[in-house]
């Protein structure tokens, strides 16, 4: 089985064919990405009608080159999944629009996938573990700890109820002058900084429920900045550093209540994963292999590769779908919302 998978929903174009490997894992078979970091980077973040009109310039393109990597032909192709949200709408309905296309033509199942169950399955595809895990969904936009019972079986036990995660990075590298992509730039900085220099508060510490809240963390570092302003790089490498590590402070923290609330609705998790763009972070999986490790849990994570937006996860959720016959039909939705997982039953 052979899957070709599409990624559009933000700033990157990107494509691959998948198909099932060894022990339950994936072989990728071509895997490409076009970042459009340079098109956005005088912006400060992404621009929706850059990224679309970039998308429709090279997507015909990097489908192409997928499949002559793979060796293969369209016809030759079990199935087209396609990511249709949640994202930038443009971005969306280009993939969505262009996948469909092919569907109809070369007659092959269309597979329309939400992006973060992608996300939430790629750890199937590069380790082959078995069902059920907890994971830590953390991207720029989303920030959710989430219960994985099977493929669409998924069961939210946290989320943030302000900033996700990632774009409190961005926006504190912004704050403080630093480069575009602004995650990267700010675990840069803080490996120089002193991280107990500014005392940052960890908002929900200790709290119930295993839900997130960023904003009030990112307006102290704020006020801690103007107090110093002008800042020296001595300054913005301690901010950056106290910021990541009141980060990882929250993070460990909520994710022991996910693993206590864990038991009540999956049973035992097989590991622990994280994926999205946040999972690149060093210090973030240095943390969570430690909190793993004290839990008797594996611990999971992408390559640096696939932890951003890819084709291979896109496509690899299209095989865990198409081998339980869930395909879609043209009628298929873009969606810039498209929440994937049940929030937890309040007991």
Known sequence: MNVLGIETTCDETATAVVMPGENGRGRILSNEVLSQIAEHAAYGGVVPEIAARAHVEVLDRLIDRALGSAGLTLAQVDGIAVAAGPGLIGGVLIGLVTAKTQALVARKPLIAVNHLEAH????????????????????GGHTQLVAVKGVGDYVRLGTTIDDAIGEAFDKVAKLLGL???GGPEVERMAETGDPERFALPRPMLGRREANFSLSGLKTALRIEAEKLAPLSTADVADLCA?????VVDVVVDRLRVAMRDFAGVAGHPTALVAAGGVAANGAIRRALTTQAGEAGLAFVAPPLALCGDNGAMIAWAGIERLRLGLVDDLTAPARARWPFAEPKAVA
């Open 120 to 139: 939430a399955l790629t750890a199937r595809l590069t380790d082959g573990i078995g069902f059920p895990y907890l994971l830590l969904l953390a991207s």
């Open 179 to 181: 480069g575009y992509p």
């Open 242 to 246: 106290s910021f990541q590590a009141a």
